[in-house]
């Protein structure tokens, strides 16, 4: 990095004719300077080859004009030519010896401004030079002695008046030059930069600069001046194009306004539809899957009844065996059309949730191999008509947990293993799970006849359907063309990702590709039991009187306990009474609907945790949420799989703490004796603080007499209300 120099920001801040001033002093006194150093060498050679010439001449010339004086020993005269040349300062000493009379010697010698007489001259010195000859026939010797330090006094002299010459000489010439260049040079620079400065500050492209000369400057001043020319015809059009510009932009603005209007009236017209078309889903769902229930359960019970109680009774009569076996193929039409039915509206229900993000998702943590177990189970009917094609399940080891909606993911993996047995009459279908590139990845393979390459992106569009032509097979739709749309919403929610891959001939890949995921915490609960070894009731809560009949026709054939309410209100009024071990609830209902009282349910201590299993069509998010959910029209074994499971999971696994009274545990709590542990109840809020994560087991007198805020308690502590009879 160059570091600026002494002068430079004194340099910066110095106008360009004081600059230029002091250039012109430093190139004059640098021109004079040489000019004198030069002067002053050629003048000390000169004084220098003077004194050579003196040196050389002197001696000959006295030598001339003492000769004569002395072969007439005329000394006296001898003397006064002697002394004669000591006007010339550059005469040090001068003097004449005789060889044969010593007595007569003569001579001068300088000394200071006096000339005195001597004989002999001194030594010869730096500053001295010394000139002998020999007069009169070599009787009398000569001596000169020259001066050398006076060329430098008449050097120093010269010196000094160049100097003087100079200071007087300097101040004048730079101050001709610098007027000089002020009106030549500076004046027309400081017009232009001050009609340069006008413009920048004023943006007014009039202003125009005085031209003075032709020269150079005049030029440049000319040229300035046609490029303001050439802005201000420029800028005069940039002002035209501006406002006609501005009056377009208001043009287009109001325009845009107008429109802006249009799409705010038109799209608050979409929403007004939008929740008119929600309203209409939902009522129209309702009206179709209610008695859709009512129509596959009860064929069902009747199909039962008829092939238990009256078909025997045919005997071997074959025409009545005949009519029996009609009316069992007419009610698995009415079943098998029932089912399709509800799977339609199944299918475009989901799919109108979730873009619309109604959809309620419930999240839990789930092992992969239980979900593709259940998948290959649920599907497993439709292989068993294929003799020729086997389902294969093929799933690695310590794979994560997957955190997400069981009936969404199980939706997903049954639409493609089901596609996969529709398409393919023979070989098999492998579902595969494991991790690929640090991401669950699940397969779903087939050996079926392949899909066209340009239908792999189309066939998850909505309506979209692969005709069975193009599998090279009779020609005939291959569904409603929403299964694999509904896969892809469901499979984006969770921020994975859905791909098909096929070869024609050889078979087709579906891809998913699932992130990582995280678990729950659990929270605690209060439950109240009345008696250990009373019958198991179910709580049925639904506006439908067949609905409701129906369930209450199969809950009593598996032995179970019924009560029967038609609102919510009803529902909280029958749970107080008959505490329920189990709460079947619809959501949509007159008065307070399903929605309501279960936040009634969840926020009474008593009935907190009475496990609810929710049978309705709607998947508005909730604030408390049932535990457990099916869709209307229900399958009545996959409905009693799931009230069996709920009642079997009140038993618990954790440990266990008796308060008071030990003869009040239900037998079949826990499964371990060693996890009961029993103690007074002054001692309940004291195993809490320490720590324990359980169940505590105590009878509402005890809770009433500790004072216990069940809502502060932490998370995995449960409380068991229990009631002796």
Known sequence: MKHPGLFEPLARKLNLSVKLLLLLSAITVAVLGAFAFHEYQQTQQKLLSELDSLAEILP??????????????????????LLSEFHDNRIQCATLQFSQTPSADLGFERQGRLIVPATVCPEEKPALRAVSTTLQGEQARLSVLFRTD???????????????????????????????????????????????????????????????????????TRRFNMMLDEIETRDK?????????????????????????????????????????????STVSHDLRTPLTSILGFSKLINQDFCKLFLPFAGNDKKLVKRGERIKHNLRIIQHEGERLTRLINDFLDLSRI????????????????????AVEAVQGQFDLKPDLRLLLEIQDDLPLLHCDEDRIMQVLVNLLN??????????????????NDKLRIEVQDT????????????????????????????????????????????????????????LGKGSTFIIELPGFQRLQQ??????????????????????????????????????????????EEALEKAR??????????????????????????????????????????????????????????????????????????????????????????????SESEKVAYIKAEAVAEQIASGFRGTVVLSRETLTLLSLNLHEQPAGVNFLIVGCT
């Open 60 to 81: 000959e010339r006295l030598s001339l004009a003492l000769d004569p004086l002395l072969a007439a020993k005329q000394y006296d005269q001898a003397q006064k030519i």
């Open 150 to 220: 006076s060329i430098d006094q008449s050097l120093h002299a010269i010196v000094t008046g160049t100097i003087i010459k100079l200071l007087i000489l300097i101040p004048v010439l730079c101050l001709c030059l610098y007027t000089a260049l002020r009106i030549l040079v500076f004046t027309p620079l400081h017009r232009l930069s001050e009609t340069v400065q006008k413009v920048i500050d004023t943006q007014i492209f009039t202003a125009r600069t005085p031209i003075a000369n032709e020269d150079e400057l005049g030029r440049l």
């Open 237 to 281: 059009q940039l002002q035209s194009h501006s406002m006609m510009l501005q009056e377009e932009i208001g043009v287009r603005t109001t325009e845009l306004a107008d429109k802006n209007t249009a799409l705010e009236a038109a799209n608050k017209r979409l929403m007004e539809l939008d929740e008119l078309k929600s309203g209409f889903l």
């Open 355 to 374: 873009e619309s993000g109604r959809m309620q998702w419930r999240d839990t943590d789930l092992p992969v191999r239980t979900l593709a177990k259940r």
């Open 419 to 436: 596609n996969a047995a529709k398409f393919t009459p023979s070989g098999h279908v492998l579902l595969w799970a494991g991790i690929r």
């Open 448 to 503: 079926g006849p392949g899909i066209p390459e340009n239908q792999l992106v189309k066939i998850f569009n909505k309506f979209h359907k692969v005709e069975e032509a193009e599998h090279q097979r009779e020609k005939k739709p291959a569904g409603t063309g929403l299964g694999l749309a509904i896969c892809r919403e469901t499979i984006q929610h969770y921020n994975g990702r859905i791909w098909a891959e096929s070869r």
């Open 523 to 568: 929270t605690a609960c209060l439950t109240e039991v009345l008696s250990p070894k009373k019958k198991t009731s179910i709580l049925v809560v639904d506006d439908n009187a067949f609905i409701r009949e129906y369930f209450d026709q199969v809950l009593s054939d598996a032995a179970y306990e019924v009560h029967q309410a038609k609102s919510g």
């Open 577 to 670: 009474e008959s505490l329920p071990d189990l709460i079947i609830m619809d959501l949509l209902m007159p008065g307070m609907g399903g929605e309501m009282a279960i936040r009634h349910f969840r926020s009474d201590p008593v009935l907190a945790c009475v496990p609810i299993l929710i049978i309705s069509i709607s998947q508005e998010s909730l604030d408390y949420a049932g535990d457990a959910r099916l869709e209307k029209p229900v399958d009545p074994d996959r409905f009693m799989e799931v009230v069996n499971g709920l009642l079997r999971n009140r038993r618990t696994k954790s440990p266990v703490l008796v308060v008071d009274n030990p003869d009040c545990l239900p037998p079949d709590l826990v």
